[in-house]
């Protein structure tokens, strides 16, 4: 799924290049799938009750493939556009979906599964982002981006035809439901939910921010453009590492404290870049660790915070939404900052911002509770 989109930032330099679009324009292009993701997330529970998971994830993976086809069409920069809409409203189904087949098929075991599936992202999308530049300069035209996001993009036909052959054999059924049929208000207007809404909204942030921005930064230090996705692909092989490591730390009364002491190396990371860019690399690894295990955490909450699937589904739709229109802004912002400044750091000071914000709602996010129950 997320070579659809980890694929993009390595070849912004080549689409802007040969479209025309500005750093604040390309910055948009990056926040497109989010501001997608928030609308179409909430709509995600009654989707899969009106067709079932196995229907709706396999619906989700085909429409997935036909956004990377649009968006990789010659001509005008249109397609580019509704392609990358049509990615979105595919990912949108599927990251609200995973949360609740895990919190359904393995109760037991939400954070160590929700750990292996970040891993599977973040490996996927490691692979795109260091073959993006690669493979666009593999065919008979060079910067041929197009070429590139087609092929890392249409990785996701094999995964359509496995994905329904495991859920057609492995869910319950249409019929099933859970007892606890979530309010379509109620969970809006509950504070457990609105405390998940918004750590996945900021540790969101400062994945899409790096994703869309690392390999301009890094070019911008004198490394090529392939260098600049190798980059790109470190930042996510790393967070690998931690999203795994996560469920070893996620015990005793330190659990509570996790959710606010994840962006810590982020925040190093963070201020090494604006005082010692040289070490850059270093610098990466440290954003990289942090953003993985948030994004671990963060899909962790949504499950652990329900009390059964439904619930879980009510709360990443609500959550994502909600998520996804703060993360929508990240790479805007930081594109418009570079383009007003001409430097970096005002574009990493936001960032900064956005750790600190993460940090203090980690406390809200991380006290043990459940959403739809009353607060003592």
């Known amino acids: 799924m997320r ?6 930032g390595p070849l912004l330099e080549q689409i802007g290049a040969d479209t025309g679009l500005t750093a604040a324009t390309l910055g948009f292009l990056g926040s497109v799938p989010l501001l997608v993701w ?13 067709f079932g998971m196995s229907a709706t994830v396999f619906g989700a993976l085909v429409l997935l493939a036909i956004g990377t086809v649009v968006r990789s069409l010659p001509g005008p920069v249109a397609a580019l556009w509704l392609g990358t809409a049509l990615i979105g ?14 919190k359904r098929d393995a109760p037991t075991r939400v954070p160590a599964l929700m750990a292996l599936y970040t891993a599977l992202l973040g490996g996927a999308g490691a692979i795109a982002s260091g073959v993006a530049v690669p493979v666009s ?70 994945f899409y921010m790096t994703l869309t921005w690392l390999a301009a930064i890094s070019t911008s230090l004198g490394r090529s453009p392939v260098a600049a996705g190798v ?31 994840l962006p810590v190396l982020a925040v ?51 959550a994502q939404s909600v998520g996804y229109i703060i993360a929508a ?34 406390v809200a996010a991380g006290r043990d509770r459940h959403v739809l129950t009353p607060i003592p």
Request: proline residues 5%; aromatic residues 6%.
């Open 3 to 8: 070579p659809t989109i980890t694929s993009v």
């Open 38 to 50: 928030a609308v179409v997330s909430p709509f995600a529970l009654a989707v899969s009750r009106r």
């Open 89 to 102: 409203v595919a990912l949108a189904l599927m990251n609200v979906l995973m949360p609740a087949v895990i």
């Open 137 to 206: 300069n593999a065919g008979p035209t060079p910067d041929d981006w197009r070429l590139a996001l087609a092929i890392t993009g249409l990785a996701a036909l094999p995964v359509a035809a496995g994905a329904w052959a495991w859920f057609r054999r492995n869910e319950p059924g249409r019929g099933i439901r859970s007892s606890r049929m979530p309010g379509r208000t109620g969970i809006w207007t509950d504070r457990v939910a609105w405390a998940v809404a918004g750590y996945m909204g900021v540790q969101a942030t400062l």
């Open 231 to 261: 980059d790109v692909m470190v930042y996510q092989l790393v967070s690998i590492v931690s999203s795994l490591a996560l469920p070893l730390v996620l015990r005793g009364r330190i659990r509570r404290w996790i959710p606010a002491l």
């Open 268 to 318: 190093i990371g963070v201020i090494g870049l604006m005082l010692q860019p040289a070490a850059l690399s270093l610098w990466i690894v440290l954003i990289g660790l942090s953003s993985g295990a948030s994004l671990s955490m963060a899909l962790t909450l949504m499950a652990d915070r329900a009390r059964d699937h439904d619930q879980s589904t009510a709360l990443s739709g609500m």
């Open 329 to 362: 802004a990240g790479p805007v912002a930081f594109g418009l900052a570079y383009a007003l400044t001409g430097g970096w750091l005002l574009s990493l000071g936001i960032l900064l911002a956005v750790l600190l914000a993460q940090m203090i709602i980690g």
